[in-house]
Nanobody, 118 residues
């Protein structure tokens, strides 16, 4: 059974940085397109960034130029470097493998909470 475990969240001031990690177990991580999602209070979960198996990346307009997604296939780990954080980035962040539309390959993990204070 695949497990996704996110970590690295916390409380940070506006303009600060955080690096999130997601460790995937029970899957051939290297062959999957992976993504970071986030869900702010009272809002739907949204796609933040994606990375293909050959490291092509794509970002939501709201984070473009501030966030960077990367992966280490040897460690089965996905990363999200978040810089110049804004209060509107406050959310629970999740990783998963997108398979089309809003569908994902695996059960959701618990996520990691990022809170950006103004």
């Amino acid at each position: 059974q695949v497990q996704l475990v996110e970590s690295g969240g916390g409380l940070v001031q506006t303009g600060g940085s955080l690096r999130l990690s997601c460790v995937a177990s029970g899957t051939i991580f290297s062959i999957n397109r992976m993504a970071w999602y986030r869900q702010a209070p009272g809002k739907q979960r949204e796609l933040v960034a994606t990375i293909t198996s050959d490291n092509n990346t794509n970002y939501a307009d709201s984070v473009k130029g501030r966030f960077a997604i990367s992966r280490d296939n040897a460690k089965n780990t996905l990363y999200l470097q978040m810089n110049s954080l804004k209060p509107e980035d406050t959310a629970v962040y999740y990783c998963n493998a997108p398979i089309g539309g809003i569908r994902v390959m695996y059960s959701w993990g618990k996520g990691t909470l990022v809170t950006v204070s103004s």
